[in-house]
């Protein structure tokens, strides 16, 4: 999933709302070394699916 210009904040709760259902940690909320400004949330579904909530032009 991503979004246009979603608040840091907004991934962090993602990935938080996932695993209080069932879903499991695949990587803590932060910046991430795929490309400049990308920051994302990982998490595995209850199914095993890896979803990714990400910003893709994040600025500190």
Avoid: F, S, W
């Avoid at 209080?20 to 095993?48: M, R, S, T, W």
């Amino acid at each position: 999933m991503a979004n246009r210009r979603p608040a840091r904040q907004q991934n962090c709760t993602l990935g938080r709302a996932a695993q209080a259902v069932g879903g499991i940690d695949n990587g803590a909320p932060g910046p991430c070394d795929y490309h400049p400004g990308n920051y994302a949330a990982l998490v595995y579904d209850p199914e095993g699916n890896n979803i990714k909530a990400v910003i893709h032009d994040y600025a500190e």
